[in-house]
């Protein structure tokens, strides 16, 4: 079997409690783009925010909250957009290092996102 060429479209799930909050978070803090979204009874249980190129699912699951991780790589000039959208609005975060420097940021349930750092820096 040759997967030569093969590609993958991949986009993680990350199990929210309060999708308000959740949206307030990605969407107006780090101005991502709600793109669609499954509701019952008028109530969101899953949608997909974006941007650029990365695409994240938000779902209202309660039993696996606060448990996923994803890891971004960023460009230099958004890595340096990032930082200024993080102090801009005062969006709190850690410096952590899993080999080199990360910045890591939670979503209100604990959700984590990490950026490496360019060490060359």
Avoid at 48 to 68: H, W
Wanted: charged share 25%; hydrophobic share 35%; glycine share 4%.
């Amino acid at each position: 079997m040759n997967t030569a060429g093969e590609k993958w479209y991949t986009r993680p799930v990350f199990s929210v409690s309060n999708m308000e909050a959740s949206l307030a978070f990605y969407c107006t803090d780090l101005e991502f783009t709600q793109n669609w979204k499954y509701e019952e009874q008028e109530k969101t249980l899953v949608t997909q925010v974006t941007k650029g190129e990365f695409e994240l699912i938000l779902a209202g699951n309660l039993d696996r909250v606060g448990t996923s991780r994803v890891f971004v790589s960023l460009e230099k000039e958004e890595m340096e957009q990032l930082k200024s959208t993080i102090f801009e609005r005062q969006i709190a975060y850690q410096e952590l290092s899993w080999g080199y420097p990360c910045i890591q940021l939670s979503d209100p349930d604990g959700n984590l996102l990490w950026f490496p750092e360019d060490e060359s820096e």
